[in-house]
T-cell receptor, first 113, second 115 residues
Framework: KQEVTQIPAALSVPEGENLVLNCSFT??????LQWFRQDPGKGLTSLLL?????REQTSGRLNASLDKSSGRSTLYIAASQPGDSATYLC????????????FGQGTILTVHP | DADVTQTPRNRITKTGKRIMLECSQT?????MYWYRQDPGLGLRLIYY???????NKGEISDGYSVSRQAQAKFSLSLESAIPNQTALYFC??????????????FGPGTRLTVL
């Protein structure tokens, strides 16, 4: 059974800092790994999707990497802003569970001015 | 208008009551999902449907049932609500396609409290 773990559970940083969120998963047979952002009252929004054959994806100030062999992914946020404050969730689509996502517990990020 | 809508957005009910949460989508996607989120536990899959006639149990289906009334509508029912079903419930959709690029689109969530 796939298990996804995110570290840290919460992170508070001053504006402008670069930061890294971590995600690990137990079964490396995956179709893809995704990072979502969750804002209160607004559901989840997909930020980045990394296919199993890819090593990283970038979107603006966000960069996500994937190391399947070690079961790890990182989400790098450059020059953080107060508007980045949200919960960030990592999710994996396993090779044995097509169409179904397994989520980590999330990292609550607070960026203060 | 939002692509994935959920009603109600908030609901407080009592133990033993029957509750239905509704999800509608205008994205034209075949696949729909119901998740619940508890503090510190991430999202867990309750039920999923790959088309109108294909409904499957997820990780935590006990105490829940679903109905796929049409491609655009997927309802979640709690036949007899209990306090540990207090949670944030999300509906999601996804299109048919390659697994490698398969992502899901989420509704805004329903906050359910069972007293």
């Amino acid at each position: 059974k796939q298990e996804v773990t995110q570290i840290p559970a919460a992170l508070s940083v001053p504006e402008g800092e670069n930061l890294v969120l971590n995600c690990s998963f137990t079964d490396s047979a995956i179709y893809n790994l995704q990072w979502f952002r969750q804002d209160p009252g607004k559901g989840l929004t997909s930020l980045l999707l990394i296919q199993s054959s890819q090593r990283e994806q970038t979107s603006g100030r966000l960069n996500a990497s994937l190391d399947k062999s070690s079961g790890r992914s990182t989400l790098y946020i450059a020059a953080s802003q107060p508007g980045d404050s949200a919960t960030y969730l990592c999710a994996v689509m396993s090779g044995t569970s097509y169409g179904k996502l397994t989520f980590g517990q999330g990292t609550i990020l607070t960026v203060h001015p | 208008d939002a692509d994935v809508t959920q009603t109600p957005r908030n609901r407080i009910t009592k133990t033993g009551k029957r509750i239905m949460l509704e999800c509608s989508q205008t994205k034209g996607h075949d696949r729909m999902y119901w998740y619940r989120q508890d503090p510190g536990l991430g999202l867990r899959l309750i039920y999923y449907s790959f088309d109108v006639k294909d409904i499957n149990k997820g990780e935590i289906s006990d105490g829940y049932s679903v109905s796929r009334q049409a491609q655009a509508k997927f309802s979640l029912s709690l036949e007899s609500a209990i306090p540990n079903q207090t949670a944030l419930y999300f509906c999601a959709t996804s299109p048919k396609g390659l697994a490698e690029v398969d992502t899901q689109y989420f509704g805004p969530g329903t906050r359910l409290t069972v007293l």
